[in-house]
């Protein structure tokens, strides 16, 4: 199947490119059930009783309860947006310890929001256990959508977890590596002097008379005088 050359030009894109990362469509999955847990509580979450014109949560008249959720939806939500935005241009980050920073952010937010979630479903689940079955006319499909997408959000922020985790220990930078890199090519750049080599004798200075004379001493040898034998007497 021939493929257009705009089609695989757009394909190649680092936009492209960008959308079908891990942590992008984990973030994505992330804000979108993020939003359906705090628009469902914002729009139908407050309810008047039949015999009354004052609105009251859905979840067994607990106003606590909505409020939560609606906060922690939206501050989750912002939190996807913000972390999308310099995931984008984390490729343009030079500095090493800034990236390992913003990383190490990441991982602890998302241990947090597994934990935010995870208390915020079991609340919202027991409130909606004890609520009346006919307290309210309406919200009660609200409620249910709130409730499934909190616990769809615990595995996402779970995973986001993880992939950070894998990012924190394939950046991590190896200490003095840069430094014994440029030793090794230092060492292998510089060569022995050889015994055929010149001595290059500087003219002044006692200090560099003395090094010479130390640097040159292995190289020098000192003719030895005949060593005179005995004939035996015939």
């Not at 190896?174 to 750049?189: A, C, F, I, Q």
């Amino acid at each position: 199947m021939h493929i257009p050359e705009s089609l695989q030009d757009l394909a190649d894109s680092e936009a492209v490119q960008f959308l079908k990362r891990p942590k992008t469509i984990t973030r994505i999955f992330a804000g979108v059930f993020s939003l359906i847990v705090f628009s469902s509580l914002l729009t139908d979450g407050y309810q008047n009783k039949t015999e009354s014109s004052k609105l009251h949560c859905v979840l067994n008249g607990n106003n606590v309860a909505c409020s939560f959720t609606i906060g922690a939806g939206l501050l989750a939500f912002f939190s996807c947006l913000t972390f999308l935005a310099l995931d984008a241009h984390e490729s343009r980050i030079g500095s090493t310890r800034f990236k390992t920073a913003f990383q190490l952010l990441d991982f602890i937010l998302a241990v947090l929001w597994i934990g935010i979630w995870f208390v915020g479903f079991c609340f919202l689940a027991n409130q909606w256990q004890h609520s009346p079955p006919k307290g309210f006319l309406l919200g009660s499909s609200s409620a249910k959508a709130a409730i499934t997408f909190a616990f769809f959000s615990i595995f996402t922020w779970i995973f986001q977890a993880y992939l950070a985790l894998q990012d924190l220990r394939n950046d991590t930078p190896v200490p003095y590596k840069r430094s014994l890199d440029e030793g090794g090519v230092v060492l292998t750049t510089l060569s022995p002097p050889s015994a055929t080599s010149p001595v290059n004798t500087p003219t002044t200075g006692p200090n560099n008379l003395s090094y010479a004379g130390s640097a040159s001493s292995p190289y020098l040898t000192t003719p030895k005088a005949p060593r005179l034998a005995m004939m035996p007497d015939n």
